[in-house]
T-cell receptor, first 116, second 114 residues
Framework: GAGVSQSPSNKVTEKGKDVELRCDPI?????LYWYRQSLGQGLEFLIY????????KSGLPSDRFSAERTGGSVSTLTIQRTQQEDSAVYLC??????????????FGPGTRLTVT | GNSVTQMEGPVTLSEEAFLTINCTYT??????LFWYVQYPGEGLQLLLK?????DKGSNKGFEATYRKETTSFHLEKGSVQVSDSAVYFC?????????????FGQGTRLTINP
């Protein structure tokens, strides 16, 4: 079956612009995660959605970052007024969520964001 | 808080050599432990996992045993191949704390020479 998909695969933007990154999770997966992979910081958790519960936003680095998940499926990560330090690969993952043994996270290919 | 420390790389080995990548963790409660692999140009893939003490995860000839007494989850393979060249990440989830997020180590880049 289809895995997690993300778009765009690459995004180059100018400092100060807003960007939107999209994630389509595996069909039927109720949990969705965003992570960031950068040279200096490694792999960092950003935000977690589980069903209709309030998201865990504890990893968002600043209020320029936000995310939403519409209809319990597709998610969009928005970065406002991008800065050069936002340059990274943004990874999305999904899992069945909540059931014993169903917490394995499956990752998408990522969106490489470059802020110039 | 929860954290994962893994062997610094890069690691370079010859084909058919024995591989160990060390991983230790700090966590309260009872974490589940994972190894993820990232092949060149590809996304993160789950390699193996273990959910409780003394469990052994295995896949593609790789193994790791959950050692609660030493808080370790070292990755091993008896005979590596060129195709094993990748970056390997050790990670944990502390489910019983209600936290679903993966906490990753810094990654170890492995290069296998023919």
């Amino acid at each position: 079956g289809a895995g997690v998909s993300q778009s765009p695969s690459n995004k180059v933007t100018e400092k100060g612009k807003d960007v939107e990154l999209r994630c389509d999770p595996i069909s039927g997966h109720t949990a969705l995660y965003w992570y960031r992979q950068s040279l200096g910081q490694g792999l960092e958790f950003l935000i977690y959605f589980q069903g209709n519960s309030a998201p865990d936003k504890s990893g968002l680095p600043s209020d320029r970052f936000s995310a939403e998940r519409t209809g319990g499926s597709v998610s969009t990560l928005t970065i406002q007024r991008t800065q050069q330090e936002d340059s990274a690969v943004y990874l999305c993952a999904s899992s069945s969520g909540g059931l014993a043994g169903a917490y394995e996270q499956y990752f998408g290919p990522g969106t490489r964001l470059t802020v110039t | 808080g929860n954290s994962v420390t893994q062997m610094e790389g890069p690691v370079t080995l010859s084909e058919e050599a024995f591989l160990t990548i060390n991983c230790t963790y700090t966590a309260t409660g009872y974490p589940s432990l994972f190894w993820y692999v990232q092949y060149p140009g590809e996304g993160l893939q789950l390699l193996l996992k273990a959910t409780k003490a003394d469990d052994k995860g295995s896949n593609k000839g790789f193994e790791a045993t959950y050692r609660k007494e030493t808080t370790s989850f070292h990755l091993e393979k008896g005979s590596v191949q060129v195709s094993d060249s990748a970056v390997y990440f050790c990670a944990l989830i502390a489910l019983r704390q209600g936290a679903q997020k993966l906490v990753f180590g810094q990654g170890t880049r492995l290069t296998i020479n023919p």
